[in-house]
Nanobody, 124 residues
Framework: QVQLVESGGGLVQAGGSLRLSCAAS????????MGWYRQAPGKQRELVAT???????IYAESVKGRFAISRDNAKNIVSLQMNSLKPGDTAVYYC??????????????????WGQGTQVTVSS
C-alpha cells in the first residue's frame, strides 16, 4: 500500500517560515512529479509547486521567490520551504505524487497519490 505522509504544518505569524515534508512509503517502481497543492476554505485546490525527478520545478505565481520545493529521490521525500508567509497562504496543504506501481493483474500503472493534508495558518 503506497502512502504519502506529511509533516510540518502549524501556526506562524506573517513574515515567518515553515517547512513541510512529505514521505512516500510502500512498494513503488518510480516516482515522477511530486508536489504541493493547497486548499483554503471556500476555494478550490490549487497548485503551489511541483518538482520532477530530474529537479525541474514549477511554482504558482503567488509563491515565487518565497517558497522553495526540493526533493530527495533516494528517500522519496519532497519538501516545501515557505518563507515570508502571508495570511493569504493560510490553507490545508496536500502532498501529491505520481507513482508507478505493480498491479495484481501483472502490469505497471502510474497514478496520483495524495497525502492527508496539513494545516498551515498564518496570522496577521
Amino acid at each position: 500500500q503506497v502512502q504519502l505522509v506529511e509533516s510540518g504544518g502549524g501556526l506562524v505569524q506573517a513574515g515567518g517560515s515553515l517547512r513541510l515534508s512529505c514521505a512516500a512509503s510502500g512498494r513503488t517502481f518510480g516516482i515522477n512529479a511530486m508536489g504541493w497543492y493547497r486548499q483554503a476554505p471556500g476555494k478550490q485546490r490549487e497548485l503551489v509547486a511541483t518538482i520532477t525527478s530530474g529537479g525541474s520545478t514549477i511554482y504558482a505565481e503567488s509563491v515565487k521567490g518565497r517558497f522553495a520545493i526540493s526533493r530527495d529521490n533516494a528517500k522519496n521525500i519532497v519538501s516545501l520551504q515557505m518563507n515570508s508567509l502571508k495570511p493569504g497562504d493560510t490553507a490545508v496543504y496536500y502532498c501529491n505524487a505520481k507513482i508507478r506501481t505493480w498491479n495484481a493483474g501483472g502490469s505497471y500503472s502510474t497514478n496520483d497519490y495524495w497525502g492527508q493534508g496539513t494545516q498551515v495558518t498564518v496570522s496577521s
